[in-house]
């Protein structure tokens, strides 16, 4: 039916546009949990320990603007791309894409360091 069609059409579509949104974060290898936000801090998607972590978006996001005003290099508008933030256990990679902040949440698995 012509019903039947257009929900399969609306569910390849939003799958569609979530892939773009998310960019493939979902699919990071020994990935805890992720967020994707717009420029303005609202979550766009979330999954696995960050699923709905509105109040630690909001808490990157600070994190993200304040060191957006942290110059990084000789050029004045130059701004930082990747940021982590490393805990004993885990640690978060964020990165500043096309106007998206993406937040990966990541196990921590710490090394020795290398004695010469």
Same mark, same amino acid.
């Given at each position: @039916?012509?019903?039947?069609?257009?929900?399969?059409?609306?569910?390849?579509?939003?799958?569609?546009?979530?892939?773009? *949104?998310?960019? =493939?974060?979902?699919?990071?290898?020994?990935?805890?949990?992720?967020?994707?936000?717009?420029?303005?801090? !609202?979550?766009? @998607?979330?999954?696995?320990?960050?699923?709905? !972590?509105?109040?630690?978006?909001?808490?990157? *996001?600070?994190?993200?603007?304040?060191? =957006?005003?942290?110059?990084?290099?000789?050029?004045?508008?130059? !701004?930082?791309?990747?940021? @982590?933030?490393?805990?004993?256990?885990? *640690?978060?990679?964020?990165?500043?894409?096309?106007?998206?902040?993406?937040?990966?949440?990541?196990?921590?698995? @710490?090394?020795?360091?290398?004695? !010469?």
């Amino acid at each position: @039916s012509i019903c039947r069609t257009l929900k399969k059409f609306l569910n390849k579509l939003q799958n569609c546009c979530t892939c773009r *949104m998310t960019q =493939g974060i979902e699919k990071i290898p020994d990935s805890l949990g992720y967020l994707v936000l717009n420029d303005d801090g !609202a979550v766009i @998607s979330s999954g696995g320990d960050l699923d709905n !972590a509105e109040k630690l978006a909001d808490t990157i *996001m600070n994190l993200v603007q304040t060191a =957006g005003k942290i110059p990084t290099g000789e050029k004045p508008n130059t !701004a930082f791309k990747r940021l @982590s933030v490393l805990w004993e256990e885990f *640690m978060y990679i964020i990165t500043v894409s096309n106007h998206r902040v993406y937040i990966s949440k990541r196990q921590n698995i @710490s090394q020795e360091p290398a004695i !010469a």
